[in-house]
T-cell receptor, first 112, second 114 residues
């Protein structure tokens, strides 16, 4: 079945440093979504990428979708304590909801 | 909009007891999903419904798990009998029109089975 690998599993950064998480799918994706889950919270949708090579920005967050539509990345510039949490990618291959597979997430820990 | 509402937020029970988790999706959303989250396995899709009809329950671990959606505004996930390995956070999520679109998650039900 489809697999979505996400690395790193944990990332410790000093406040103000940049952060990047990477997502790789074993199959070509129709779209990829990114979610953020604060400690003790629930996943909250951040963005969806659909087009090959697409790049989207939300303030300090930059999202990229690979040309082959099998990988994606999320980059945060100048991290702040409010960025703490787990960032998940979710790749959809089309068809039913069983085609939506979540990565295991990257836990971002920020040291002030 | 109140968002997806789940209850209970926390449940502690003993092995062998029946557990019922409840979910109210966002009004007008046609799809409802049940996910289980653990550190080891991450977010796993258990089952999803389209217009109250179960479409895919291949993620349901075993016969001890069952889910129903009697109407558009209510769904239950039942575990009977519960086992310690069922301890996890169970999330309900809904989406309006497409399974490939944005998921709106509830705050989750944290289940501990002793």
């Amino acid at each position: 079945g489809q697999q979505v690998m996400q690395i790193p599993q944990y990332q410790h950064v000093q406040e103000g440093e940049d952060f990047t998480t990477y997502c790789n799918s074993s199959t070509t994706l129709s779209n990829i979504q990114w979610y953020k889950q604060r400690p003790g919270g629930h996943p909250v949708f951040l963005i969806q990428l659909v087009k090959s090579g697409e790049v989207k920005k939300q303030k300090r967050l930059t999202f990229q979708f690979g040309e082959a539509k099998k990988n994606s990345s999320l980059h945060i510039t100048a991290t702040q304590t409010t960025d703490v949490g787990t960032y998940f990618c979710a790749g959809w291959t089309g068809g039913g909801a069983d085609g939506l597979t979540f990565g295991k997430g990257t836990h971002l820990i920020i040291q002030p | 909009d109140a968002g997806v509402i789940q209850s209970p937020r926390h449940e502690v029970t003993e092995m062998g007891q029946e557990v019922t988790l409840r979910c109210k999706p966002i009004s007008g959303h046609d799809y409802l999903f049940w996910y289980r989250q653990t550190m080891m396995r991450g977010l796993e899709l258990l089952i999803y419904f389209n217009n109250n009809v179960p479409i895919d329950d291949s993620g349901m671990p075993e016969d001890r798990f069952s889910a129903k959606m009697p109407n558009a505004s209510f769904s239950t996930l039942k575990i009977q009998p519960s086992e310690p390995r069922d301890s996890a956070v169970y999330f309900c999520a809904s989406t309006p029109t497409s399974v490939g679109g944005e998921l709106f998650f509830g705050e989750g039900s944290r289940l501990t089975v002793l």
